[in-house]
């Protein structure tokens, strides 16, 4: 079985979905033709025709609106937004509209569609390229919204938003797409969407994290290994639904947590992860919540990028510094 | 300096304001009786509008937009399009709304406040109005999109108002039907106003209708007044998309007689002299000049057509009215097909908190 | 001095600063002719002409765009969009563009502008009329939020957004528009964005709030005080920049801190509060942090929304419960 | 059926492909010496382009969007405009920008990830380029209403390119520019495609042009490729805005020769023919091929010329490649005037790690 970068499990599994559900539309800017501009629809079109796999105008609202249209009619939208600064113009069909349709109709009609976006930084592309809007998503009920983190976790949770009878919103990391390779058996298996994974254990500390920081928080989990410290990671994949079991599990045994973000940390996803621990798991802690995020600046370009997101220094100086709570 | 590319707005009226025949009938209207049911539709239309004003004004019903004056569009349209169409209107539509088979029970529990109101048990596949001012036509082009791919013989329409079309959603929607040679149309119900903003606010464009020349397809103006000539127009429009002939984008052209809503008063900002003339305009007169000229329509037919209405009407306002809210648990019940558990969580709070008021 | 209403307050700013400052201009939809479906604009185009008070089409993405472009050229746009359920599509040019100007020119141009929307719900108002954005907003660097709760502050904070040399969106809440009256002079003094206010003293416990729940929020305080209960009461009034010195200091004393809003719980703004207390307030939490908000689901319609937004009730109980921690 | 409105769309050229002249020559160019500015600026253009591809092979500058082939509508446009008036550029928009004033030492910055390229020291008020597409003419038509409300004789010029027109932030705002009769001028650059889409995938409309019907006001295509009818097209136009004789809407029909940008393989989606004939028809040559017919132009001076802009781009590239970068609390000092306690805690905290990496 050949192994497979990030970016090619999100083709075999839009390919796979496509061959086992002829609802399944593709469309978006640029995703026939030439496949995506990070080959993420590579070959569909030939495979599944230009009536299956769209190229749209440059409009993101449309985009959007019509995916909305499409999936009221029963079929399986799969829309793209080539990068995630470009989202805004679609969000007011996003929260307006697709996360409201089944509560307006009572279930009448409903909107199983998935929009693709890929975002994050540090592949010094230009102003834009780089955003991780997940917060605002996650804040919206009737949205799903998934971030995977490796291979498997794209295939296996973007088969999942497909047959989600729901929208879901799929946040990919471009710098992921081709930094991460693994074995993803195309056997059409979903991974749950709604559940955060435990991607290592640990007794000493929780790190807390998703989407493009994963490497990074696993790295430093590793380095931490190396003195001693043992730290549970947990990768949450879906922040919504949000899956708060294992997180709080892991800091009843560890009492210390650190939360691991790329966007801005001023109502930021992690302020709802650490939201929930000063709630439900306020006994449990033994140090203050730290948030280790992108800053609360505009995410800027090439050459200062690297000094926004979060690195592995500025996460194990967090952690250690959580060390020293008796 | 060559000219590329010409480009014209037509304009249609059949029946005349006085109710004389300006134009060409169309063959449904060669006979008066095929007029018939276009004008019940009218009276009907206009029957369940003035009961939702008076309900509002006795607290019964939440804020209301009516559509005194504008009943010949929602009759037209309604007539145009076959059960299997999808209407994608926006909340003045109501004309065409119970023309689709909507029930004035619906359309009274969706304005009094109450999400089952969208539950429309006649045409299941139309959308829920759009408060949202011009941010649904794209859900209309992708309905359209639908049949497209899946090569049904359906058409997707949407109405939205003169002040919808200045929303950058509007067109990117024709823009994308345009391109896609999508069978929608999209009928702008041009009433002149919006809120208080008097048309030439919205646009620069001398019609509303030469915005499909930006999206490559065409766009024609119709007396909205005249239900002869909406209904004639949207047909042909219709059966066109239905042909995979593309789009089109039908300007009707209007008056809001009342005020924006139940909440607006339009005295503030319009005066009452430019509504006494279009007061003269307005559609049922004239079909019913039109009908009573040709010998089609008597007293007792008036009669019993106002009785009937106000019948099926009264029918509707008191099953709305004894018809208990939904419990609090309501709110969760359709959020997704199956409840996450924070949601869960949050739904049995709720329950509990409303055992704990009881 | 007479009295006045929250939206007579909003009024007399604009009118105050207008004839302060002639660069001031007010555009959106309806605030000309009819002055503002809630009168916030009355007797403007009258006083300063229709070149300073202009009705615009529907079209919320150029009404926030064309504010970030005379701010640009040196004027002092006062950009309203009618309901905050119509923001979405004017998100992009408040995200991308209004916040980042400033930033991606090195300071040549600004984008001094102000963004008014009425919000918030209780008031029978049709779908997308009562939305309660402001976590979204306050997640985006560069943009400041203002949410005020009373006709001076009304008046203060608008003068201040209109005043402040960067982009501020302002959150008015149309269920207090009519429902306060207070004295309001006339006299052009600002109040400071930024700023929470301490509207109540107390040692039992930190109720935190803003906008559209003070009213209740404070009444809570006064129901809990006739058990002896003495609740202090912090209006955030200013969400970004987040004024936490005085909820730190509140919750130092009391230990038990419930925070209130509108909006739907997850990721929305009290996640950030209870974030900074869970980092920078731990050691004085003696309960959990509690958040008595919006359910995560979609606002209802009138008939059920009396059961969306917290009530004094749901208020009352949470206080009393975080008071049987020891 | 009468018709209402009737439009059309004129279409310029002046010097065809071969270099003769192929309609009525503008006053500034009747003596050939009046247009060798403009051939000036397309060379100058040109040879920052190679030069920034260049870089970006050597890894010495990021993704750049060449504007290969496009150089006659940035010339034009810049020449058309007055110092005072304002830009409100697209990405690709660099010969445009160039004329302007924006150095090339700037756009090296800027595209090389410093934000200080965007601090141009020459024309003050002309806009950042807009990575969004088409959400950057409503800030033009903001401009244009500062300029329309103080009564200045200034006008704002937004350029954007094909596929930026299906966007509906463009469409508002030219549709508020048609209702407000701002003193606007908007040119989309149609180089044929967007990214992989060719032009016929953005919209069914015959013409770009043919948008500003939508908006009321005058659209027109010129020959994008022929810089003296650029130039004398956008000169009218702007000349309008600035009497107060309202928008115009301009689409300027020229070619992408090269990539979408250095990230970009466009053998992926496009024949190679296609890229042939296109050059067939650049706008380099025809120039000087008129230049040199009409006399105007020699060896020694098309030597000269290269000479001058490759030594300026050399320095340019030179001071680029020599400018450290920004420390990292220059990503706090200009978020907001003042900053805010939340920031300058940040701030603080960033420049200490920042020591503690040294
Ligand atoms: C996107 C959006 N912006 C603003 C509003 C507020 N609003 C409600 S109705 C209306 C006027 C709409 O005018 P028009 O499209 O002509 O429809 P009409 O009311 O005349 O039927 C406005 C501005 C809204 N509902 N949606
Ligand atoms: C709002 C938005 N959507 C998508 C993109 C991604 N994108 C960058 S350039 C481009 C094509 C633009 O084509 P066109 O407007 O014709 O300009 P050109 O590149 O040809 O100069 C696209 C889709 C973007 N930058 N902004
Ligand atoms: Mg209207
Ligand atoms: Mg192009």
């Keep these: 079985m050949p192994e497979v970068t990030f970016v090619q499990a999100v083709n075999q599994a839009l390919m796979y979905e496509m061959g086992a559900d002829e609802r399944v539309v593709v469309l978006g800017e640029d995703v026939a033709a030439t496949g995506g501009v990070f080959r993420a629809t590579e070959g569909l079109v030939e495979r599944y025709g230009a009536d299956r796999v769209i190229d749209t105008p440059i409009s993101e609202t449309a985009i959007a609106g019509m995916g909305i249209g499409l999936a009221a009619e029963g079929m399986r939208p799969v829309v793209e937004i080539q990068f995630t600064g470009f989202i805004y113009p679609a969000l007011d069909q996003l929260l307006n509209h697709a996360s409201r349709l089944r509560n307006r109709t009572r279930g009448r009609l409903t909107c199983p569609m998935v929009l693709r976006a890929a975002g994050g930084g540090l592949i010094k592309s230009p102003e834009h390229h780089s955003d991780t809007p997940e917060s605002l998503l996650a804040h919206v009920p009737g949205l799903k919204v998934v971030i995977p983190s490796t291979p498997a976790q794209a295939y296996g949770l973007l088969l999942a938003a497909i047959r989600d009878p729901d929208p879901v919103v799929v946040l990919e990391t471009s710098r992921l797409y081709r930094a991460l390779r693994e074995d993803v058996p195309d056997d059409g298996v979903a991974l749950p969407i709604g559940m955060s994974f435990v991607r290592r254990e640990g007794t000493d500390l929780t790190l807390v994290t998703w989407g493009g920081m994963v490497p990074d928080v696993l790295a430093v989990a590793d380095e931490l290994a190396v003195d001693g410290i043992e730290a549970a990671v947990i990768d949450v994949a879906s922040i919504s639904p949000l899956d708060m079991g294992p997180i709080l599990e892991s800091v009843a045994r560890t009492g210390r947590c650190v939360i691991v973000h790329e966007a801005a940390r001023q109502a930021g996803f992690g302020a709802e992860i650490a939201a929930r621990l000063a709630d439900e798991g306020l006994t449990s802690l033994a140090a203050p919540v730290t948030r280790i995020t992108g800053y609360d600046a505009i995410y800027p370009l090439a050459r200062l990028e690297g000094r926004y997101v979060p690195d592995r220094r500025r996460i194990t100086a967090a952690a250690r510094k959580l060390l020293e709570y008796a | ?358």
């Design chain 2, 1 to 358: 300096m060559a000219t590329v590319a010409p480009f014209d707005i037509p304009y249609t009226r059949i029946i005349a304001p006085d109710g004389s025949v300006d134009g060409d009938l169309p063959d449904f209207a060669r006979d008066p009786a095929g007029v018939i049911p276009l004008y019940r539709a009218m009276v009907r239309t206009r029957t369940f509008d003035a009961r939702a004003i008076a309900l509002h004004r006795t607290g019964r019903l939440g804020t209301y937009p009516s559509g005194l004056g504008q009943e010949a569009v929602g009759a037209g349209i309604a007539q145009a399009m076959q059960a299997e169409d999808v209407l994608v209107p926006a909340y003045r539509d109501t004309g065409a709304q119970l023309g689709r088979g909507v029930t004035p029970f619906e359309l009274l529990m969706y304005w009094g406040g109450d999400e089952r109101g969208s539950d429309y048990s006649g045409p299941r596949r139309d959308f829920p109005v759009s408060i949202t001012v011009g941010e649904h036509p794209p859900h209309a082009a992708g309905v359209a999109l639908a049949m497209q791919i899946r090569r049904e013989p359906r058409v997707a329409v949407c109405t939205l108002g003169d002040g919808a079309t200045s929303k950058g959603a509007f067109y990117e929607a024709i823009n994308v039907a345009g391109s896609m040679w999508l069978p929608l149309v999209v009928v702008i119900v041009n009433n002149q106003w919006a809120i208080s903003a008097p048309r030439a606010i919205q646009s620069g464009a001398q019609t509303l209708a030469q915005k499909s020349v930006a999206a490559g397809f065409p766009g024609e103006q119709v007396d909205g007044n005249d239900v002869v000539a909406v209904a004639d127009v949207c047909t042909r429009a219709v059966e066109r998309a239905r042909a995979g002939e593309g789009p089109t984008l039908i300007e009707a052209i209007t008056y809001r007689l009342g005020d924006h809503t139940t909440v607006d008063d339009a005295r503030r900002y319009r005066e009452d002299a430019e509504v006494s003339r279009a007061w003269a305009n307005e559609p049922i007169g004239r079909i019913r000049a039109y009908l009573v000229a040709a010998g089609a329509w008597t007293k007792e037919d008036e009669e019993g057509l106002l009785a009937e209405c106000a019948a099926e009407i009264d029918r509707a306002a008191e099953e709305y009215l004894a018809t208990p809210g939904m419990p609090v648990e309501a709110m969760f019940d359709h959020l997704y097909e199956e409840r996450p558990p924070n949601v869960e969580a949050q739904r049995r709070q709720a329950m509990r908190e409303s055992v704990a008021d009881a």
